[in-house]
């Protein structure tokens, strides 16, 4: 049905079900299954990364910049931010050489800002 391998009859079914579009085409259900996964997806994503902010650069940095000046502030929480998320690339499956890579982009990262 121009789906390819994606189409899957019995999960359809169960979205069918679950969203209540049981008398919708099958276009339509998968239509609104992807459209409500990435607006629910973008929202979680959205306040995680948003509360993540809060406390890096809302809470911690002003007590390190007082403490030690922007420079090493920024560098201590671009190391401690870097640490933070390693676990997260190694469930992403994420080479080693990438996380390195990230962790130093994020320590410059976290300079810049």
Same mark, same amino acid.
């Given at each position: 049905?121009?789906?390819?391998s994606f ?8 979205i069918a ?6 008398? /919708? ?6 239509? @609104? ?5 990435? =607006?629910?997806?973008? *929202? +979680? ?22 403490? /030690? ?6 560098? @201590? ?5 870097? =640490?933070?998320?390693? *676990? +997260? ?13 990230q962790c ?10």
């Open positions: 049905m121009g789906w390819g189409y899957n009859e019995t999960f359809v079914k169960k079900v679950l969203y209540g579009t049981s008398s /919708y085409s099958d276009f339509w259900t998968i239509s @609104i299954f992807v459209f409500m996964t990435v =607006i629910f997806g973008l *929202i +979680t994503s959205c306040s995680k990364a948003l509360g993540e902010e809060i406390g890096w650069s809302g809470y911690i940095i002003n007590p390190l910049q007082n403490k /030690y000046g922007a420079l090493k502030a920024s560098i @201590i929480l671009g190391i401690v931010w870097a =640490i933070w998320h390693i *676990i +997260t690339y190694y469930q992403a499956h994420q080479t080693t050489g990438w996380i390195i890579w130093i982009g994020t320590v410059f990262l976290r300079i810049i800002m």
